[in-house]
């Protein structure tokens, strides 16, 4: 189903169209749960949604190491793990890298440090699960019960504060407290399978 996107957005949606890039599109509470999903993580564990979901909101990331508006946006998405991890958020990088390119993720991901959670989509399953059109970075906010509460494509400096936004507002409902705000922002770059570039070092 497609997401209901605010009012006054329509010119943009038209700009989104014709240059083949996606806005941000935040969720109402009505909307339906996920789909379940079950993949692996880089020590080859299972990993399934039913099983992580009620502590709290999960931020799922599309990625890949070929994509270089996914290494801009992903230092943004640890600053988001370590600031909130702690208050029952849960920060997920799933890595769309086929076959051909799944050998550069591990040492992409521990040459930089990284310390989410990581976890492999080469068939791409989850992404088309989770409404994924094509091309990445792809995030998408679950609320504690695996609603869809925001998608968003690409990744642009500044999306980092619009994350953050709906991040803090469903902590804040989890909580008990009025969440806070979040509007539509422009549409940011993204890249494609078949864009693949070895953009793993450096």
Request: net charge negative; with cysteine; charged share 25%.
């Amino acid at each position: 189903m497609t997401l209901p996107v605010r009012a006054g957005t329509l010119p943009a949606l038209a700009l989104a169209a014709l240059f083949g890039l996606s806005l941000p599109e935040v969720a109402r509470a009505e909307d339906p749960r996920a789909p379940d999903f079950r993949t692996t993580d880089l020590a080859g564990e299972e990993v399934r949604l039913a099983d992580i979901l009620g502590e709290g909101p999960i931020v799922v990331d599309f990625w890949a190491t070929w994509c270089k508006p996914c290494i801009k946006e992903l230092p943004y998405i640890q600053r988001m793990h370590d600031e909130y991890s702690g208050r029952g958020l849960q920060v997920y990088a799933v890595s769309i890298d086929s076959p051909k390119s799944q050998s550069r993720v591990k040492p992409f991901i521990s040459g930089r440090k990284f310390t989410f959670p990581v976890l492999m989509d080469p068939g791409q399953d989850v992404f088309g699960k989770l409404q994924g059109k094509g091309s990445v970075p792809y995030v998408v906010v679950l609320d504690a019960e695996g609603r869809i509460r925001y998608r968003h494509t690409g990744y642009r400096p500044g999306d980092e504060t619009e994350l953050e936004k709906v991040v803090v507002g469903l902590l804040e409902e989890a909580e008990g407290a009025d969440p806070a705000e979040t509007d539509a922002s422009d549409p940011g770059g993204a890249a494609a399978p078949g864009d693949e570039e070895d953009v793993s070092t450096g």
